[in-house]
């Protein structure tokens, strides 16, 4: 059975950094692409970064590139999201996802694309 479990969420200070981890088991965490999304009442799951399992190839939305870092530690199954000079704006339901089908980060931005989503952790920037 397919398990994502993420940690590491909570509340922080505009300017501070948090780090999210993504526990994977049930699957051949080489072969899938993971992925991280947010979102906030009223508004869609929107896509933040994806790291490739299988080369560590990443890709970012516009609004975290150069704050957001993604990658994972394959030998512990999990993926990561570091999280730098945070804003208020990034104040969110986090969610990691396994993509579906394929171990890089293409169309990743696309919620349907994943079959498996953890939890979900809350991560508050207070200004």
């Known amino acids: 059975e397919v398990h994502l479990v993420e940690s590491g969420g909570g509340s922080v200070q505009a300017g501070g950094s948090l780090r999210l981890s993504c526990a994977a088991s049930g699957f051949p965490f080489d072969d899938y692409a993971i992925s991280w999304f947010r979102q906030v009442p009223g508004k869609e799951r929107e896509g933040v970064a994806c790291?490739?399992?299988?080369?560590?190839?990443?890709d970012y939305a516009g609004s975290v590139k150069g704050r957001f870092t993604a990658y994972s530690e394959n030998a512990k199954k999990t993926a990561y999201l570091e999280m730098n000079s945070l804003k208020p704006e990034d104040t969110a339901v986090y969610y990691c996802?396994?993509?579906?089908?394929?171990?890089?980060?293409?169309?990743?931005?696309?919620?349907?694309?994943?079959?498996?989503w953890g939890q979900g952790i809350q991560v508050t920037v207070s200004s």
């Open positions: 790291v490739s399992t299988s080369d560590g190839s990443t």
């Open positions: 996802a396994k993509h579906m089908v394929l171990s890089h980060c293409k169309w990743w931005r696309a919620t349907y694309e994943h079959d498996y």
